[in-house]
């Protein structure tokens, strides 16, 4: 079993960075670096490449729409260099409450911007040349006011050619994105009990279309782990997170995360 940690938005990231490298040193195997409307995951993601030594750092996640594609494979780059091969990139379409809210960038095309930064980032790491033209033109073209630009190739050499990619999906459809494309799959609010029938068959769907060269997906899940005397304190640690994203993530309507808890089972409560 791999042991990993999330870090959580709001506290002092040198703290939460310090805690994760004694975890290091008592065996946890990744730590997964959240970003939403805080500090900015990379920063942080930096700062722990340099106070560990063997355990791998995720972003949990960037989303596909405040930084360019060829920014995301950049920045993925960098902290595998700085890391010594250890980072992993995970990236996700987040949601309108953040990417409109905060961002100021229109929710659109989600499943397409994903898929796009994750073949281009491919495709940076192997430092080709890139010329694309889908939601992001590479380079702009004339017709669309382009007028110096010219295809171009990563500068550096990256320490890996191909940095693990996961990507963050609960709805059926981008479920099936993760499964057929990315080498990781980051659910959220996991119930293993509700699994097969959540995401089932978005799963199969997907695998089916999947290139045998990616190996099987992987998945991280998930799941509190904490220790103490008291049982009901311990589940007070989560409920602030669960309803963070059940009635906050979102407007009534399209909160994927409200949504999900629904699908389990736990509508009256999500709705409450």
Not at 50 to 78: C, D, F, H, K, W
């Amino acid at each position: 079993m791999e042991l990993s940690s999330p870090l959580a938005y709001a506290e002092d990231p040198r703290t939460a960075a310090d805690r994760a490298a004694a975890l290091e040193r008592a065996g946890l195997d990744a730590v997964w670096v959240a970003e939403a409307y805080g500090f900015d995951s990379p920063t942080v993601m930096g700062y722990l490449a340099a106070r560990t030594e063997r355990m791998r750092i995720g972003s949990a996640v960037l989303n596909v729409y405040s930084r360019t594609p060829a920014l995301i494979a950049q920045t993925a780059a960098g902290l595998d260099a700085i890391s010594g091969g250890r980072a992993i990139l995970g990236v996700g379409a987040s949601g309108p409450q953040v990417v409109e809210g905060w961002h100021g960038r229109v929710y659109d095309r989600p499943l397409g911007r994903a898929r796009e930064v994750i073949h281009l980032s491919r495709r940076i790491w192997r430092r080709e040349v890139i010329e694309h033209h889908g939601i992001t033109d590479l380079p702009v073209p004339p017709e669309k006011g382009g007028t110096l630009g010219k295809p171009l190739k990563l500068l550096n050499h990256p320490v890996r050619d191909s940095i693990p990619v996961y990507l963050a999906a609960l709805g059926p459809a981008s479920v099936r994105t993760a499964a057929e494309i990315a080498d990781g799959w980051l659910p959220f609010l996991y119930a293993p009990e509700h699994a097969e029938k959540v995401w089932g068959s978005a799963l199969a769907e997907g695998t089916a279309q999947r290139d045998p060269a990616l190996g099987p997906l992987q998945v991280v899940a998930g799941g509190l782990l904490a220790i103490g005397d008291d049982a009901a304190a311990v589940r007070d640690l989560m409920r602030p997170t669960v309803a963070l994203y059940v009635g906050g993530m979102g407007a009534p309507g399209r909160n994927f995360y409200f949504d999900l808890v629904c699908s389990y089972g736990y509508e009256a409560a999500a709705t409450a």
